[in-house]
């Protein structure tokens, strides 16, 4: 590489001119002189104006929807999942999948037992409770003849139960016959009393009144504690003066019994009794007393003494305007033994001794035995109230007065039915049968 040189010319006139700044020629060989190569690169050479090259990503052709069709869910759907993946909802497509899998498996099942539910329920309310051997107990005492068990007598057992017990009390009584009179207190509640079926678990006595005047005759069984119940059981009394069974108890059932008596059998005073599938064997008012009371599948027979013996059924005989007693007969069946077939009405189904009274009869069996429904004995001025819906038998069109109701099946079923008689408050025990509507086919 050369030097650079000065020549003389230059250095005179730099001389000569002192106010101007000296100037010096410097001469550079260009052709010797040359710049380094630049480092080599991997980068493409491009000019400053070039644009930065776009980035390769595959793509995806597609076959264009042809113009008359329109598009379907199914390529619709297909358009938003690639490599199954949903684009707009950034999920899986095979989770999405099973999901709605998942979902439909869901509601297929909640509408299976939704259905089963309520078929359950209807099934339930129009054929009531189905009965079982035995109904749940927290406590169980047994009674039996051959002393295998915890007593020999009712009354001990019932003596040794719990005092106002919130729960169901079970007394099971064995087959045979108990002669004693059973008294259960105000303070002997929810009790029940089994035993192994009619004609085989007997509880009789001769218990009469104390004097021939007495308002009150004795009983076998005398019940006073709430929500009592009996089944399966025989209560007799076989004394003239004295009834079967006298029911003082509120919420009480009797559910497969015979009430067998003399004359009187069933002496009942208390709010809400319900009665089903029962035998009352008695004479003249065979139930009689101030309660609200229904019987539903029972069977009523009443003797005779002499042909001429006028028969009532039931009486009642409220002293007080402000309390309705009622009797309602659902699905029962009347007859009455010794009859001769003879033109006088000497046999009614109810009749009113007091100031108030209601008796309703309904789908029920009237044998050419009962020459008529009701005999109106109410004294001046009190109210009394008797209707009729849907009987059967010869002595059901018999005799039909103008003071009876004949109802439709609307306020039958809107009025007197056990749906409506227990309300809302269900106090019918479990595994006792009933129904709570109208038979439709009767």
């Given at each position: 590489m050369a030097s650079p040189s000065l020549s003389p010319t230059s250095l005179h006139s730099a001389s000569n001119d002192a106010s101007e700044p000296?100037?010096?020629?410097?001469?550079?060989?260009?052709?010797?002189?040359?710049?380094?190569?630049?480092?080599?690169?991997?980068?493409?050479f491009r000019s400053?104006?070039?644009?930065?090259?776009?980035p390769h990503f595959p793509t995806t052709i597609r076959s264009p929807t042809p113009p008359s069709i329109p598009p379907t869910p199914f390529l619709l759907r297909a358009s938003r999942e690639v490599d199954g993946f949903d684009v707009q909802n950034h999920v899986?497509?095979?989770?999405?999948?099973?999901?709605?899998?998942?979902?439909?498996?869901?509601?297929?099942?909640?509408?299976?037992?939704?259905?089963?539910?309520?078929?359950t329920l209807y099934f339930t309310s129009k054929r009531g409770k189905t009965s079982q051997t035995k109904p749940e107990c927290e406590v169980n005492i047994t009674v039996s003849k051959d002393r295998q068990s915890n007593f020999t007598t009712i009354s001990e057992a019932v003596e040794a139960s719990p005092s106002y017990s919130p729960y169901r009390v079970c007394?099971?009584?064995?087959?045979?016959?108990?002669?004693?009179?059973?008294?259960?207190?105000?303070?002997?509640?929810?009790?029940?009393?089994?035993?192994?079926?009619?004609?085989?678990?007997?509880?009789?006595?001769n218990a009469t009144r104390e004097e021939p005047d007495s308002p009150s005759p004795l009983a076998t069984l005398w019940i006073n504690g709430k929500g009592f119940l009996a089944r399966d059981l025989t209560v007799v009394n076989t004394a003239k003066y004295g009834v079967a069974v006298k029911n003082w108890a509120k919420n009480s059932v009797f559910f497969r019994c015979r009430l067998q008596g003399v004359d009187a059998t069933l002496s009942i005073r208390a709010q809400n009794q319900f009665y089903r599938s029962c035998q009352l064997y008695g004479g003249n008012n065979s139930i009689s007393g101030i309660a609200r009371a229904f019987f539903q599948k029972c069977e009523f027979r009443s003797e005779k003494s002499y042909p001429e013996e006028k028969i009532v059924f039931s009486s009642l005989s409220t002293p007080l305007l402000?309390?309705?007693?009622?009797?309602v007969f659902h699905l029962c069946s009347f007859y009455v033994d010794k009859f001769q077939n003879n033109r006088s009405e000497t046999t009614f189904i109810g009749s009113s001794l007091g100031k108030r009274a209601s008796f309703v009869i309904m789908q029920s069996y009237l044998d050419a035995s009962v020459s008529g429904y009701f005999l109106d004995t109410s004294p001046p001025n009190s109210i009394t109230y008797f209707a009729i819906f849907g009987n059967v038998g010869s002595g059901a069109t018999a005799n039909i007065p103008p003071f009876i109701h004949v109802l439709d099946e609307v306020e039958a079923s809107s009025k007197y039915s056990l749906?409506?008689?227990?309300?809302?408050?269900?106090?019918?025990?479990?595994?006792?049968e009933y129904d709570l509507d109208l038979i439709k086919s009767f």
């Open positions: 000296p100037c010096v020629d410097i001469e550079v060989d260009v052709e010797s002189h040359t710049p380094p190569p630049p480092p080599i690169s991997d980068t493409p400053p104006t070039q644009s930065p090259p776009r899986p497509a095979q989770r999405r999948i099973q999901w709605r899998r998942v979902v439909k498996v869901v509601v297929f099942s909640s509408m299976i037992i939704l259905i089963g539910v309520l078929a007394i099971s009584v064995g087959s045979g016959e108990y002669h004693e009179m059973v008294n259960i207190g105000d303070d002997k509640t929810n009790i029940i009393l089994m035993g192994e079926g009619i004609g085989r678990t007997i509880i009789s006595s402000t309390f309705e007693s009622r009797f749906r409506v008689f227990l309300g809302r408050d269900d106090w019918v025990p479990p595994r006792v």
